[in-house]
C-alpha cells in the first residue's frame, strides 16, 4: 500500500511539474513573440536606431530564457534559434532590410514551433 501511495505521489508531483514547465514554456514564447513583432515593426519602418535598441533588449531576453530551457528543450533548436539572432544582429547592424525582415520571420518561426510541439495536442502525443 505504501508503495502505490508513493508511487502516485511521484506521479502527480511529474504530472505538475510538467504542466508548469509547458506554462513557463508557452509564456516565454508569447513575450519573445511580441517582442519580434515590436522589432519586426522598427525595421519595417526603417527606425533602424530603435531596431537596433530592440534587438538588444531581445537578445538579453533571449539569453535569459535560453538558460531555463537547456534543462528542458532539445538543443539544436536553440541552435538554431542562437543562428538565426546572429544573422539577424549583422542584418540589422548594417540595416538590410530585405533579410533582416527574412531572419526576423525564421526566428519567429523557430519560437512558434518550440510554442506548438510543447502544446497537449493528440499530434503531439501519438
Avoid: P
Avoid at 536606431?49 to 535560453?66: I, M, V
Avoid at 534559434?81 to 540589422?92: E, F, K, N, T
Amino acid at each position: 500500500m505504501r508503495t502505490v501511495v508513493v508511487t502516485l505521489l511521484i506521479l502527480v508531483i511529474f504530472i505538475v511539474g510538467t504542466f508548469m514547465i509547458n506554462q513557463y514554456i508557452n509564456r516565454s514564447c508569447e513575450k519573445l513573440l511580441e517582442d519580434i513583432k515590436i522589432l519586426n515593426k522598427s525595421i519595417n519602418e526603417n527606425e533602424w536606431s530603435q531596431a537596433k535598441d530592440r534587438l538588444e533588449g531581445l537578445k538579453a531576453q533571449w539569453k535569459d530564457t535560453k538558460k531555463i530551457w537547456q534543462l528542458f528543450l532539445e538543443h539544436y533548436e536553440m541552435d538554431a534559434i542562437d543562428i538565426a539572432i546572429a544573422r539577424l544582429s549583422q542584418y540589422v547592424e548594417i540595416e538590410e532590410r530585405t533579410s533582416a525582415l527574412g531572419e526576423l520571420g525564421e526566428f519567429r518561426l523557430l519560437i512558434s514551433h518550440i510554442k506548438d510541439k510543447g502544446s497537449l495536442k493528440l499530434v503531439n502525443v501519438l
